[in-house]
């Protein structure tokens, strides 16, 4: 028997050739931007505790209704309130000085009132020297008395010498100022030897014997 023949053989397929594709090489060009940097500074709210219980908030008084009158007191009236007194301290009022020389005439007029003072001071001491012999007269017949007598007695002849002590400082004082006018030198401060003032004198005080300044620093000590 005779062979198969072979299949003839397939034309061969031509080469492509290929195609080599160049690369390109792209080159990213970064570009640094600064940006600022802004800084938020965040404040917490800190919350104060709640009050325990319930509580209502204060009422405003701008949401508080005018009063509303009722019928039976329309025609009352209300006053209106009384002006109060200022009793607030007022500055120390000094007397003003006057550094003039003292006329005859005005040291005439202190001589007739320190004679007058010096008659009725010595009519008030005399009255006291009294009440006090009084009083040791009724102490001494009341002897033997309860204990509470007795100790009223005491208070009452104590408070009495005070006041007879009293009224010798006042008959010194006004014989004092006689004298200053017999040896002229009544109105010099008996400290510095400066001028008392005249109106001190003649309207506050008239038996002082220091200026304002030498007082007020024996005052202090």
């Not at 080469?15 to 570009?31: A, F, G, I, P, R």
């Not at 001589?111 to 102490?139: G, P, S, T, W, Y």
Request: net charge neutral.
């Amino acid at each position: 028997a005779a062979a198969p023949a072979k299949k003839a053989a397939a034309p061969a397929k031509p080469k492509l050739e290929k195609k080599t594709e160049s690369k390109v090489k792209v080159e990213k060009v970064v570009e640094k931007v600064e940006t600022p940097v802004v800084e938020t500074v965040v404040e917490a709210k800190v919350e104060a505790p709640k009050p325990r219980g319930r509580r209502k908030p204060p009422l405003d008084p701008a949401d508080i209704p005018p009063p509303v009158k009722l019928e039976h007191q329309g025609d009352i009236h209300v006053p209106a309130g009384f002006k109060q007194a200022d009793t607030r301290p007022k500055e120390k009022v000094r007397v003003q000085e006057d550094e003039s020389m003292w006329t005859g005439a005005e040291l005439k007029a202190m001589r007739k009132k320190f004679e007058a003072d010096l008659v009725e001071r010595k009519l008030q001491h005399e009255k006291e020297l009294r009440k006090l012999a009084e009083i040791i007269d009724a102490a001494e017949e009341g002897s033997g008395h309860e204990t509470a007598d007795t100790g009223n007695a005491t208070l009452s002849r104590e408070m009495q010498l005070t006041m007879v002590e009293r009224a010798e400082e006042k008959v010194s004082e006004t014989e004092g100022a006689l004298a200053r006018l017999d040896r002229k030198i009544y109105g010099l401060c008996s400290e510095c030897g400066k001028s008392i003032g005249k109106l001190r004198l003649q309207e506050a005080f008239p038996y002082a014997t220091m200026c304002v300044t030498c007082k007020e620093a024996y005052d202090r000590y």
